[in-house]
């Protein structure tokens, strides 16, 4: 049975989001089980919880396994947007397999859209940044993607990383890295660039995401988005772990001090 197929078996019954407003909301998804298949993860989960635990003067939301669904993200996402005011800060974490698929539209140069793979398949890059495009002006939100966008139909995708095959590519396509679009209101950190696997490892006798865990092992008060991704640097890549995390937006939210949420 293909992939598609097999969460199509899997649609659990989402409940309409619904909280009381903060001005700092922490959207947190993780998936470890996909649907008890053979590329489940192990450290997703750990990583979602670090999150919440390192976040405490957030409200947090957090979504596991099959409550991580492509329309669950989306509704999520959207109600989040739709009621901040300005001055608030949205931190959105995604924990689980990364994967691409053939560009429909035409916007991608190589040719393939990178995507989450959520539990029932893959959530396109285009899907989400149409709903990003909804942040309202003076809101700032931070997306930490532990997460893989990259890989041949050859990678040994088990035991590389967070990366799941969902179509077939050819063997000569290549990753060519592109910023998400030029009116990008929003900031991206990511655990890896689109030519690397994001490592899903086990660290200090507990599995996470080696992105996730350098990245709150590093954050303090008082640092600036591009200084906290200078400092996840120092540790990411290194002889343990390849990847090269990557940081995106426009420079003067990169200047904003992290989660800082401005009074108006």
């Not at 919880?49 to 669950?72: G, S």
């Not at 532990?146 to 050859?154: I, K, L, Q, V």
């Not at 660290?203 to 200084?227: C, E, H, K, P, V």
């Not at 995390?245 to 992290?258: F, I, M, N």
Request: glycine share 6%; aromatic share 12%; with cysteine.
């Amino acid at each position: 049975m293909c992939l598609s197929k097999l969460f199509e078996l899997f649609q659990p019954k989402i409940k309409p989001p619904s909280w009381p407003h903060s001005n700092r909301v922490a959207l947190l998804f993780g998936i470890n089980d996909y649907g008890g298949s053979e590329n489940d993860l192990r450290g997703c989960l750990n990583d979602i919880e670090l999150a919440a635990d390192r976040l405490a003067n957030f409200q947090v939301r957090m979504f596991k396994d099959r409550q991580v669904t492509k329309a669950n993200f989306l509704a999520q996402v959207n109600y989040a947007l739709a009621n901040a005011l300005p001055g608030d800060v949205i931190y959105i974490h995604y924990s689980g397999h990364g994967t691409f698929v053939k560009d429909r539209n035409g916007d991608e140069v190589d040719g393939y859209d990178e995507a989450l793979f959520c539990y029932d398949g893959p959530l396109i890059d285009d899907d989400l940044n149409h709903a990003l495009r909804a942040t309202p002006e003076g809101v700032t939100v931070v997306l930490l993607l532990d997460s893989c966008y990259s890989g041949t139909a050859t990678r040994d995708v088990f035991s590389k990383g967070r990366f799941l095959q969902f179509e077939p590519v050819k063997k000569e396509h290549v990753r060519v890295k592109r910023k998400f679009y030029d009116y990008m209101s929003w900031i991206v950190l990511s655990g890896c660039a689109e030519n690397q696997t994001s490592a899903d490892a086990c660290i200090d006798g507990r599995f996470n995401g080696a992105f996730s865990y350098f990245a709150f092992y590093t954050l303090r008060g008082n640092m600036t988005y591009r200084q906290w991704h200078a400092k996840i640097r120092e540790f990411l890549p290194s002889k343990d772990f390849d990847q090269a995390p990557t940081l995106e937006g426009p420079s003067e939210l990169l200047d904003k001090l992290v989660f800082a949420v401005e009074k108006k």
